[in-house]
């Protein structure tokens, strides 16, 4: 039998009632036997990335981020759409995983991406194009998108249009992992 495998989920909102963030607890809750998925800790603490601070005095919250990224058998980007793009919040996830230039925590991660919004735009073709440039890889079908208004007023967590979708993401997303392991 093999290990559990971790599914780090980066949420993309701070807001504390936020939908991307219920979407995150809802594919914790539609994993499939032998995947855990975890959110990451510790995101608003994070500053914005500027080049004069990192490196071996890093701020311990960006360190630690690149920590739970490094340690996770893949990423869950949980994306919400801000002026028809990724947030600023997970941009910034993505440019102190990146960094430094060759040692990037994202490097050969299996990265899936999924939100919700009321348009989501090009959003995950940019999130897409951020984690492949940063190293992580994209599978085939680690992409699911929600509307709000497909969610009937519901939370994505009592949404019984999203478990299934999460749970093929999540599938797909360990896939090689599982295969391997
Ligand atoms: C600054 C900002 C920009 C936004 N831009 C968009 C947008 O372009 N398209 C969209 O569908 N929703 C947009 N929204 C709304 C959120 O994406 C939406 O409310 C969704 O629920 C994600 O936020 P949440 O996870 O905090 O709930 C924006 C929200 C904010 C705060």
């Known amino acids: 039998m093999s290990e559990t495998k971790k599914v780090l989920a980066v949420v ?8 991307n963030r219920e979407l995150a ?4 809750q539609a994993a499939p036997e032998g995947v855990e998925v975890v959110l990451a800790e510790g995101i608003a603490d994070v500053p914005f990335y500027n080049e004069d601070i990192d490196g071996e005095g890093a701020p311990a919250a960006a360190a630690d981020l690149r920590r739970q990224i490094a340690d996770a058998d893949a990423v869950l980007f949980v994306a919400p759409p801000n002026n028809g793009t990724i947030s600023a919040v997970q941009k910034n996830v ?7 230039y060759g040692e990037s925590s994202l490097s050969g991660k299996p990265s899936g991406i999924v939100g919700v919004g009321h348009r989501l735009d090009t959003t995950f073709s940019d999130a897409e194009r951020s984690i492949t440039i940063a190293g992580g890889v994209v599978p085939d079908g ?23 979708p999460l749970r093929a993401l999540l599938e797909t997303l360990v896939a090689g992992e599982l295969q391997s392991a």
């Open 12 to 19: 993309g909102s701070l807001r504390r009632e936020s939908l």
């Open 25 to 28: 607890l809802a594919a914790q």
């Open 94 to 100: 993505i440019d102190w995983a990146s960094r430094p």
């Open 142 to 164: 680690a992409k699911v998108e929600f509307l709000i208004s497909s969610l009937e007023g519901k939370s994505p967590r009592e949404s019984a249009a999203v478990a299934a």
